[in-house]
Nanobody, 122 residues
Framework: QVQLVESGGGLVQAGGSLRLSCAAS??????MGWFRQAPGQEREFVAS????????YYADSVKGRFTISRDNAKNTVYLQMNSLRPEDTAVYYC?????????????????WGQGTQVTVSS
């Protein structure tokens, strides 16, 4: 099972930017995704990307503000977050798809990282 380690979270003011990284322990040819979970809420889908990087999919709440990308040579997936809002505050998790199909449900993903906290102040 691939191990994932997220980094790049922190505290930022509304309107600011952060770039999250997720390093995988080995190469994966499956889609990768980002999810987030705020206190008292269910884990929700943020974005996903296929193996080649040619197909990306975003939740409506982040479309136009967040960009997912991956560098397969480094076994790393990124989430560039711009125009951050207080409602983006959450623990952000990266995950690897369980097959080539991808998806937007937590059940479509297998290996998960430990998460990185993102806090956006108003």
């Amino acid at each position: 099972q691939v191990q994932l380690v997220e980094s790049g979270g922190g505290l930022v003011q509304a309107g600011g930017s952060l770039r999250l990284s997720c390093a995988a322990s080995r190469r994966t040819f499956y889609p990768m995704g980002w999810f987030r979970q705020a206190p008292g809420q269910e884990r929700e889908f943020v974005a996903s990307i296929n193996w080649s990087g040619g197909y990306t999919y975003y939740a409506d709440s982040v479309k136009g503000r967040f960009t997912i990308s991956r560098d397969n040579a480094k076994n790393t997936v990124y989430l560039q977050m711009n125009s951050l809002r207080p409602e983006d505050t959450a623990v952000y998790y990266c995950a690897v798809g369980i097959n080539m199909n991808g998806g937007a449900r937590a059940a479509d993903f297998g290996s998960w990282g430990q998460g990185t906290q993102v806090t956006v102040s108003s």
